[in-house]
């Protein structure tokens, strides 16, 4: 607006001159365009209303009057310079509110047409009307321009505020899900190991004076049992892979190495059987398909009262399944209710503290797309069975 206002400006100088560059005025007509330009160039580009609620801002206000007195003496000794009457109304419209702006450009619209028509030679039914009429159309489309820009202000200040809240859940949401992630690893590997290492523990004090041998064994156990949850603490705060399938091992070594160790342990023996022909199995099914074998054989060293279980996994084609069955007292409840998760005893309530077993490992198989299911009679043994789709989703 400013490139306009001086464009009308140099051209009404130009047409004057053209005209009259004997007359007398023109030094008076030049100084004054030469100062006008002058002040409309020091105008600050303020924000509607700026000028008129800052009363501390005298100078800037003076400057508007400036502008305002001088165009107002060179339309009266030059009615051509009215053409720089609509880019002045924007600058008044820019600088002061509605209400004041409204009665400067009226006097300005009647300043225009006394020029026009002490111009025209004759009476033109036009002019009383075209400047008003200008003067009313610069007004509408400044006020529409106005409240467009507000409505954009408006709807990137809610795009911003959306963002940050969006970031803030984003945040929040994050930090869940790493405490799920650590309440489940915990569970499938410190909190059974300590649950081994107490159970051991207390076999060897039970033992240690009558049969300090097996005391000792005992004890052994229980501090490979402390070394193996010591290395699987460290490679879960590091969301790495467990340490069975570490260094490219498959999930059906680690299942064997399981069972052999909870062999070996527990005293209870745990088959391992693989059917179908081996596919590949995302690292990411493998490490849950391994916890949620860990876990439920915990479940069934602590609370089952089993002879004997075994790991069954069978590779059909889109999807893997993983059995943990025994032979034990099976579940007092329904599978799903209290008495289903392998942490509460059958028959009793959940110990303080336990009853995360089942939720943890559904929750490990929904975020890849699986399902687990529990089948259990009291007295005829428990079969977990999880389920993970193999092709790519």
């Known amino acids: 607006m400013r490139i306009a206002f001086l464009l009308l400006l140099a051209a009404s100088l130009t047409r004057y001159l053209d005209h009259h560059w004997h ?55 030059a009615p051509s310079f009215a053409w720089c009457a609509v880019p002045l109304i924007y600058t008044v419209l820019r600088a002061l509110p509605t209400r004041a702006a409204v009665p400067v450009i ?14 025209s030679d004759g009476f033109d039914p036009t002019l009383p009307l075209l ?33 940050r809240e969006l970031a803030a859940t984003g945040r929040r949401e994050g930090t869940l899900a790493e405490r799920e992630r650590l309440a489940m ?50 490679r879960f705060v590091h969301d790495l892979a467990p340490a ?38 995302p690292a990411a099914a493998q490490a849950a398909l391994l916890r949620i074998a860990q876990g439920a054989l915990a ?17 059909l084609g889109d999807q893997a399944v993983l059995d943990i069955a025994d032979d034990g007292r099976g579940l007092a409840g329904p599978p799903g209710g209290a008495g289903a998760d392998g942490d ?23 975020q890849l797309g699986g399902t687990l299911t529990v089948e259990s009679t009291p007295g005829e043994g428990t079969v977990v069975s999880a389920s993970i789709p193999l092709e790519d989703r």
């Open 23 to 77: 007359s007398a005025r023109t030094p008076w007509v030049i100084g004054l365009s030469v100062a006008l330009a002058a002040a409309h160039l020091l105008l600050p580009a303020r924000s509607p209303g700026r000028l008129a609620a800052a009363g501390r801002r005298p100078a800037e206000l003076a400057g508007l009057l400036a502008v305002l007195g001088s165009w107002a003496v060179l339309v009266l000794m």
């Open 106 to 119: 009226g006097a300005m619209t009647a300043l225009v047409v006394t020029a026009e028509l002490r111009l």
């Open 131 to 163: 400047p008003p009429t200008v003067a009313v159309l610069a007004t509408a489309v400044f006020r529409y321009m106005e409240r467009q820009g507000a409505r954009q202000r408006a709807l990137i200040d809610d795009l911003i505020s959306t963002r």
């Open 185 to 234: 690893e915990i569970h499938d590997t410190l909190a059974q190991g300590l649950s081994s290492q107490q159970m051991l523990l207390q076999a060897a004090e039970r033992v240690w004076d009558r049969d300090p041998a097996t005391a000792r064994g005992h004890v052994r156990t229980a501090t490979a049992i402390t070394a193996r949850n010591l290395a699987e603490a460290r």
């Open 244 to 281: 069975e399938l570490a260094d490219g091992g498959t999930l059906d070594a680690a299942l064997r190495a399981l069972a052999e160790r909870e062999t070996a342990e527990s005293g209870r023996p745990v088959h391992v059987r693989i059917d179908g022909a081996p596919v590949p199995v």
């Open 299 to 315: 479940n069934v060293r602590e609370h089952a009262d089993a002879r004997t279980a075994a790991l069954s996994l069978s590779y």
């Open 344 to 366: 509460t005893p059958p028959g009793g309530p959940p110990a303080a503290g336990r009853g995360h077993g089942l939720p943890a490992m559904r929750a490990r198989l929904r």
